[in-house]
């Protein structure tokens, strides 16, 4: 085996490992689900469109994360070569913190 396909094996088993097993996501996907549906979190769509309204001049790179202890999203934004990171309230869709601050 030469050593690039040594290589490409390696990071494809590597790449492998890192991913979450489908029963970790589905169970953030059920945590959210539960919570839009007991009313303690807003859709994702709808605190999307209010926190990229807020962040004016600001690219958003997508892909929230949601912690389901605190019902809080992590947006992840780019200005300026800078990364800015915006903790949201899942219930009320309001900015709690933000890294450029």
């Not at 709808?46 to 999203?73: H, K």
């Amino acid at each position: 085996m030469t050593m690039v396909a040594r290589l490409a094996l390696a990071f494809a088993i590597a790449g492998i490992a890192m991913t979450p097993a489908p029963a970790q996501l589905r169970s953030e996907q059920d945590a959210v689900l539960d919570n839009r549906v007991q009313g303690r979190a807003m859709s994702l769509r709808m605190i999307e469109r209010r926190v990229v309204q807020q962040m004016r001049g600001a690219d958003y790179l997508g892909n929230p994360i949601y912690f389901e202890r605190s019902n809080t999203y992590r947006m992840t934004f780019m200005r300026d070569g800078e990364v800015i990171r915006v903790e949201v309230d899942a219930s009320s869709g309001r900015i709690r913190d933000r890294s450029d601050r």
